[in-house]
């Protein structure tokens, strides 16, 4: 059921995280649902409030992590560390346990590594052929470019990006005014989903581009796997299509995030 709600309205059913707690998870996107969305991404900075109740949850809970496209260090320079929270940095190809055997480890994966010169070369070739206004962002192993400032070029980013990886062998992952170029390697929102779920019986996760949607269908086959599962959308005006319908609820932007998880940390007894 889809219904656009924020936290104020219909309350959500927590009891499979409250009577488990050592048994369940929160993961949560970063920009657009921690971090309301800016023009100078690198300014973009997490609700006041946000780093304590992630901290705050992962006292009680099992899992709580942040799962973004951005790099490990931008996550950890602008919500962390925290203590007991994961961060998973480019859709999980640089990784920061919070918890468990790895905890406190910073993970890079070696299979993206192989890939890193091809991506610099491509990422170089993005430079030159990009149009004023089209910005290629480098995150080592993989690039992104962005159209934010020339809304009209995105449709070129797209295409450019799509030619050089179907060439080169990588993949593309469209965004907000913006498409990320990765190596291919089996990663992403629903990788981390799935890999973190394994000892969990519920988990709730929280996204607002297309980027998330991986996760939510994640989310999808652990529910019918039995698990309980709650996929949260996050609205905003530059809301993919597709959002609505891959979501059980949908929050009024960051705002809502933190309205939702307080309601939760108020129900697991957080102080
Ligand atoms: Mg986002």
């Known amino acids: 059921m889809n219904e656009e709600r924020?936290?104020?309205?219909?309350?959500?059913d927590w009891s499979p995280w409250v009577l488990q707690p050592l048994a369940a998870g929160v993961l949560c996107d970063y920009d657009g649902t921690l971090a309301p969305i800016v023009e100078d991404r690198d300014r973009a900075v997490p609700l006041p409030g946000a780093p304590t109740l992630l901290a705050q949850l992962a006292r009680k809970l099992s899992v709580v992590g942040v799962v973004s496209g951005r790099p490990?260090?931008?996550?950890?320079?602008?919500?962390?560390?925290?203590?007991?929270?994961?961060?998973?940095?480019?859709?999980g190809l640089e990784r920061l346990y919070g918890r468990g055997r790895d905890q406190g480890v910073r993970e890079v994966s070696q299979a993206a590594l192989a890939w890193k010169d091809v991506m610099e070369l491509v990422a170089a070739e993005a430079?030159?052929?990009?149009?004023?206004?089209?910005?290629?962002?480098?995150?080592?192993?993989?690039?992104?470019?962005?159209?934010?400032?020339?809304?009209?070029?995105?449709?070129?980013?797209?295409?450019?990006?799509?030619?050089?990886?179907?060439?080169?062998?990588?993949?593309?992952?469209p965004g907000r005014l913006s498409v990320e170029v990765l190596p291919p390697v089996a990663s992403g929102k629903g990788t981390v989903v799935e890999e973190l779920s394994t000892p969990l019986r519920a988990?709730?996760?929280l996204g607002d581009d297309r980027g998330d949607l991986p996760a939510f269908r994640a989310l999808r086959r652990l529910r019918c796997a039995g698990k309980a599962t709650l996929a949260v959308g996050v609205?905003?005006?530059?809301?993919?299509?597709?959002?609505a319908g891959a979501v059980d609820?949908?929050?009024?932007?960051p705002d809502g995030v933190l309205r939702l998880l307080r309601e939760l940390a108020s129900r697991l007894g957080c102080g």
């Open 249 to 253: 609820i949908v929050v009024s932007g």
């Open 72 to 91: 490990l260090e931008f996550l950890l320079a602008n919500l962390g560390p925290l203590e007991g929270v994961s961060f998973f940095g480019l859709y």
């Open 6 to 12: 924020d936290a104020g309205g219909a309350p959500v």
């Open 127 to 173: 430079e030159v052929a990009a149009p004023a206004g089209v910005e290629v962002e480098h995150k080592g192993l993989t690039f992104v470019l962005h159209s934010r400032r020339r809304p009209e070029l995105a449709s070129w980013a797209l295409g450019w990006a799509r030619e050089a990886a179907l060439e080169k062998g990588l993949t593309v992952q």
């Open 203 to 205: 988990l709730c996760y």
């Open 235 to 243: 609205a905003s005006p530059e809301q993919p299509p597709e959002l």
